[in-house]
């Protein structure tokens, strides 16, 4: 079942899993193989070689691609891989055009490898999508969008992105790992290539890294499927099987994720302990509008500056939850807290991080899918 017209819901729990023709098995059964054996060399059922093709992968594949409205997906072993074959797009001299708050491992990997490649960033401050155009030369390829941002919460118009890339022929990527398919579909408002960290609210549960790519472009899908199979960043079938169980409750989850996040929101927006809280759900956010109109809601993601607190303070309100956990990561059942400047940040020099808002009191929310009662019992007890 891969049939565009379903609703959300239904897809998630259907999209790519069609019962096992050889059982009737309901769930897609999980191919731990590494190879297929061949009637005469060449003559086989489709399947050669497991980094190429494995039905476990196809299953999810077809999923996430139902999922964001889309005709391909290709899974990776990490989020990570999946960027890595994006950029392996690119050639050196090739200049790339992307945000100044980022995930700390997509800088990273920018600025640490494939500058070595000869090819050139731009961070830009994308909430105004009209600082790209100021950038863009002969040279540039790709822009590199993430929305919102991690961990500032900017809100980027990728609409407005689409146009910019579609006038100079470039491609729009949008890592689109805080919103989920479930809000935020970026194909259907210009992009290209639509990237996720299926680590996080895809996967659901905290038990597998993993990547994808989704798009509907013929010619892109062909270039990126070689890198796929030729670099080998493919996830393995038991992955493969947990991110699909995971995906069946994708729609539930999110409704709570965003219910809870609404009420912690607004809960911190008016504690006396906190200097700022980014959500794109208020009103007064920048870009509060365009969330509106390429969201479906606001999430479960939020980060709060501590009013006043030195790095101290900060460490120590970090580790003083019952219910929210210390960790790196999001998107899970869990709630997660997480200091950003010495954890999925701290790649990112000082200054360039200040300058984007990480500074030393910032803590960001993962907010899980407990009962909002115990969640909020346990801000208000470390905070007072
Ligand atoms: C986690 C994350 C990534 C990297 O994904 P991995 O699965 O950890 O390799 C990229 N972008 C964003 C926004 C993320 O949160």
């Known amino acids: 079942m891969n049939n565009k017209n379903y609703k959300f819901g239904t897809k998630a729990i259907h999209a790519g899993a069609d019962p096992d023709p050889s059982t009737g098995a309901i769930m897609t059964p999980i191919f731990q193989t590494s190879t297929y054996v061949q009637e005469s060399p060449g003559k086989h059922k489709g399947y050669a070689y497991a980094r190429g093709k494995n039905p476990t992968r196809e299953a999810l594949q077809k999923n996430i ?36 708050d980022l995930y700390g491992g997509s800088y990273r990997m920018f600025t640490k490898v494939f500058a070595n490649y000869g090819i050139k960033f731009h961070f830009v401050n994308m909430t105004d999508a009209t600082n790209i155009e100021k950038y863009i030369n002969a040279n540039t390829k790709l822009i590199w969008a993430e929305t919102p941002t991690n961990p500032t919460m900017q809100i980027i118009d990728i609409e407005a992105c ?46 597998v890294v993993m990547g994808a790519l989704v798009l509907n472009d013929e010619k892109l899908y062909e270039q990126l499927a070689f890198i796929h199979n030729s670099c080998g960043a493919t ?20 409704e709570r994720h965003c219910f809870n996040g609404k009420k912690i929101a607004e809960f911190l927006k008016t504690h006396p302990k906190i200097e700022k809280v980014y959500w794109p759900g208020f009103t007064d956010h920048p870009n509060h509008e365009i969330a509106k109109k390429q969201m479906k809601d606001f999430g479960g993601m939020i980060s709060i500056v501590l009013k006043g607190a030195d790095l101290d303070q900060t460490f120590k309100v970090a580790s003083s939850f019952e219910v929210f956990s ?24 000082k200054d360039e991080r200040e300058k984007a808002g990480v500074v030393d009191n910032l803590l960001r929310l993962s907010v899980g899918v407990e009962d909002i009662e115990d969640l909020l019992e346990d801000l208000k007890n470390v905070l007072g």
């Open 326 to 349: 210390l960790a790196e990561s999001l998107g899970g059942v869990e709630s997660l807290i997480n200091h950003p400047a010495t954890m999925t940040h701290a790649s990112i020099p």
């Open 162 to 207: 689409g146009k910019i890339a579609k006038k100079h022929n470039l491609i729009l990527a949008v890592d689109n790992t805080f919103a989920s398919p479930y809000l935020q579909n970026p194909l259907a408002l210009g992009a290209n290539i639509v990237m996720h960290s299926v680590t996080k609210y895809l996967g659901g549960h905290s038990d």
């Open 65 to 100: 691609a139902a999922l964001e409205n889309a005709t391909h997906c290709l899974c990776f072993s990490s989020g990570m891989g999946a960027m890595d074959a994006v950029l392996k797009l690119m050639r050196p001299g090739d200049e790339v055009i992307t945000g100044d």
């Open 235 to 254: 996830p393995g079938p038991m992955d493969s099987f947990l991110v699909m169980r995971g995906i069946k409750t994708l729609h539930l989850r999110m």
